[in-house]
């Protein structure tokens, strides 16, 4: 398992940006991390990535310097294990509602003492066994792999600073698009009464310790959260795709 420069990088105070996509496209992922993108985040809850493409995907990471990370379709430790086995660096689980939802996930994602992963040290992620003794890797998978749980729902906000307050958490992440869906404004994350408690939730998570993230669609956006406090900052490639192409198509229109 690689050093993760990522998670060193937040845990420090300093920004990492990087992009998420539900393309499965090696090629893709390459072409990002050549042209400077830190992190990729793999959209599994809304596309589907099986072990086997994801397997891939992470060896392209791996070749261009990407952290991956997954995002998992359900709190599910048995989903989660397989794709840490081979080598995604860090897990963002969707619907967190309690402090208990996240232990769920730590228990999934680190080796005792720190949670309940199984045992097993002759994984892709573990360099099959043949680099380094099953302590080290115990110990390295524990100390460079990223757990960020999504909060998504009024229930989550509600119970956010005993979610920020469960050990082995990193980062905390927050689904716009859901709480609007809940709160009775469907595909309106902008409306003042979400984006309110979205920016009380930044704060809390702020002033918790705990690494904020955000998702933005431009560099405008993406200097607003940066100076709210967020540090794991990413953009979808469906974002640069439509701004590009349709930026394009409308002035050679024109």
Known sequence: MRPNAVKAKVMAGQPSWGFYTSFPSPDLLEFMGHLGFEFVWLDNEHSP??????AHLVRA?????????????????????????????????????????????????????LGRRGAGSQSRAANFGLTQTSVQYFEQAN????????????????????????????????????????????GNSGHPEVQKIIR?????VVASGKVLDAIVANAEEARQALARGARFISIGVHAMLRQMGRGFLDAVRA
């Open 49 to 54: 990535m099986d072990v086997d493409n994801a």
């Open 61 to 113: 990471c791996e070749t261009a310097g990407v952290v991956p990370i997954m995002r998992v379709s359900a709190n599910d430790s048995a989903q989660i294990l397989s794709y840490l086995e081979i080598g995604i660096m860090g897990v963002m689980v969707p619907h967190v509602n309690t402090a208990e939802d996240a232990r769920r996930i730590v228990n999934a994602v680190r080796y005792r003492p």
């Open 143 to 186: 100390r460079e792999t990223l757990v960020i749980p999504l909060i998504e729902e009024p229930e989550g906000f509600e119970n956010l600073p005993e979610i920020c307050r469960v050990e082995g958490v990193d980062i905390i992440a927050f689904g716009p698009g859901d709480l609007a869906m809940a709160m009775g404004y469907p």
């Open 200 to 204: 009380r939730a930044e704060q809390q």
